[in-house]
């Protein structure tokens, strides 16, 4: 699997591997947590999940391991190669563990229930294998290897939201945020584990969200990203209980425009969207409320309709095409970005080339590219041949990423020259006399840092020139 700079923004790989500190720590017991995370945005949310109910416990967190009492690896299985990196990583943590006894060391999340049997009792790497759908017992897990044993839960949920929960906020900007809104998937794209990993899908309660947006701005947070697989099938029917005039179901759009309403200063992002369920309703909210930003995530995968029916995906090239062009009519200056997956079983020469020109047709702002990787108990790797050899899959995705590399530079060059609204997330990486922060359609702005504006102010930037990735500007007095 071949991961491209283009692929930054969704799967951060500046992030991957990343040890979270909690901010806002309760009294300590003593004990120390070490979590490091790899994956998507929706692993990282789950780390601050994972955090919160330790903390609840009494832990603190430290950013290194050899100092901590718990060491725990958020793990992800869309890749590959992840399994190999995972397993490096606990050798590591094996020999500061002989430093350290009484030190435990954990498996959480996608690789746990494949990986369970393998590193718990096999290689005995670890002490203790927890599922998504499990955190709730971390405690009573670390516990029982408290009290000698190994522990193991990597049971699937068909309930939990983690509703109630309060994630603490880790490695914060302060300013910008995730909140899960739902989890697992029940499409069954034939190349993916997130629905055996991650299991079925399910709508988090509509006021747990709200609440939870709600408390971030009162905390100083402009920001948040509603995060699930599938954005657009989020449903919730009210409780028998609940006092609701309207019985009606709460779908995407709505919650979309519940979470505006909290307050005009707070940016609202999403993903992802599948292009088989995002509706025209969602669209016009967008269009309708200045705060939810107009950038959609809407993942092609492939621009053949006979691979995208091999794929499992239920839309075709046409379908997805039409999604594109009703985007562009209701939401006209929408950036769009996608994911693509080159060299899927069977794929010609011919079929590759429908997803270079249906990438012409679209003229993405950014996109995170993939070379086809078979993953073990998915539906492609039981009825399909990886016949595609790994050099073809590789400069494939070369062509592809050309390609984006030229439409990511000719989209933010028609952005030079205008005035964009930033919500300034902190300094520049490469220096603190410069800003960052981005625009509504998710480019990056850097501009000079001026007195009168501080961290998690909007402010007007003109764009005066781009590189391949970011806009170069100065405040617009
Ligand atoms: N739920 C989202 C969707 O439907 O697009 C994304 C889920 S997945 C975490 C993110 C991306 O990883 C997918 O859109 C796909 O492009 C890529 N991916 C997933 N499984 C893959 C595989 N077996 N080989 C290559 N890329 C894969
Ligand atoms: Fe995987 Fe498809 Fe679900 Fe996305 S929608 S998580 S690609 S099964």
Redo the contacts with the bound molecule.
Sequence with gaps: ?IETEMSLKEHDESRQGEAVMLSGEKEETGRKLYIESYG?QMNFADSEIVASILLDKGFSTTADYKEADVVFINTCS?RENAEQRVRNRLKEFESAKLKRPGMIVGVLGCMAERLKSKFLEEEKLVDVVVGPDAYRDLPNLIEKVDDGTRAVNVLLSREETYADINPVRLNTNGVTAFVSIMRG?DNM?S??V?PFTRGRERSRDPHSIVKEAQELFNAGYREVTLLG??VDSYKWLPQEDELVRDRAPVTFAKLLEMVAAIDPLLRIRFS?S?PKDITDEVLYSIAKHENICNYIHL?V?SGNSRILELMNRTYDRAWYMERIDAIKRIIPDCAIST?V?TGFCSETEEEHQDTLSIMDYVQYDYA?M?A??E?PGTLAAKRYTDDIPEEVKKRRLTEVVGKQRAHSLFRLQQQVGKIHKVLIEGFSKRSDKDYCGRNDQNAMVVFPVNSRYKVGDYVNVIAETCTSATLIGKIDE
């Design positions: 699997m998507c869309i998937c794209c190349f993916c997130v697989q599938n992802t599948h993942p995968q994911d997956i995170y993939f086809y990787s993953r």
